[in-house]
T-cell receptor, first 112, second 116 residues
Framework: GIQVEQSPPDLILQEGANSTLRCNFS?????LQWFHQNPWGQLINLFY???GTKQNGRLSATTVATERYSLLYISSSQTTDSGVYFC??????????????FGQGTILTVHP | NAGVTQTPKFQVLKTGQSMTLQCAQD?????MYWYRQDPGMGLRLIYY???????DKGEVPNGYNVSRLNKREFSLRLESAAPSQTSVYFC???????????????FGEGSWLTVV
């Protein structure tokens, strides 16, 4: 099956700093999403971004499907950004019917 | 609009006991999912339902059964719980076409299950 690798595995920032999280995938995808899991365990969908660039406030994401990677940018980080960020993809081949494959996640800690 | 609701939120089982996790969504989505999350393993798909009346195995289906009761509800059953099934379980739903295009996925708040 498709492999999803996220980097870095851990990231520690001071409030106000910027960061870039990366997601590499091993095959063509027709669906890619970024999620944030907050310290209480809740999973929030940040972006649906199989290709191109999107922005939502301090967060933006870019997927270069031809090169099989996606980037999540967090600017002016806040303590509420802490948590785990997951990338999830759907392989473009076969009959996957929406069965997303998740990466291992990046644990982000933002200190005040 | 509650989104995806799953119950119970916390449960402790003894080895060999059975239980059912309930999930309901009010977004009129066709597709529903059950994932489990373990430390260092990310989220792994247990079972999937593309539409009412259909179910499909995911990455880790052994020890589980599912029922897509109607379009809103998708339950996960542990027939004989084992300590290896201690995990956090997430139900999710999405609207999707046959190839899964455009299916933003929405998660419930999770169910913490401990098997002793």
């Amino acid at each position: 099956g498709i492999q999803v690798e996220q980097s870095p595995p851990d990231l520690i920032l001071q409030e106000g700093a910027n960061s870039t999280l990366r997601c590499n995938f091993s095959d063509s995808v027709n669906n890619l999403q970024w999620f944030h899991q907050n310290p209480w365990g809740q999973l929030i969908n940040l972006f649906y971004i199989p290709s191109g660039t999107k922005q939502n406030g301090r967060l933006s994401a870019t997927t270069v499907a031809t090169e099989r990677y996606s980037l999540l940018y967090i600017s002016s980080s806040q303590t509420t950004d802490s948590g785990v960020y997951f990338c999830a993809v759907l392989n473009a081949g076969g009959t996957s019917y929406g069965k997303l494959t998740f990466g291992q996640g990046t644990i982000l800690t933002v200190h005040p | 609009n509650a989104g995806v609701t799953q119950t119970p939120k916390f449960q402790v089982l003894k080895t060999g006991q059975s239980m059912t996790l309930q999930c309901a969504q009010d977004m009129n989505h066709n597709s529903m999912y059950w994932y489990r999350q373990d430390p260092g393993m990310g989220l792994r798909l247990i079972y999937y339902s593309a539409s009412e009346g259909t179910t499909d195995k995911g990455e880790v289906p052994n020890g589980y059964n599912v029922s897509r009761l109607n379009k809103r509800e998708f339950s996960l059953r542990l027939e004989s719980a084992a300590p290896s099934q201690t995990s956090v379980y997430f139900c999710a739903s999405s609207e999707s076409d046959r190839r899964g295009l455009g299916n933003t996925i929405y998660f419930g708040e999770g169910s913490w299950l401990t098997v002793v």
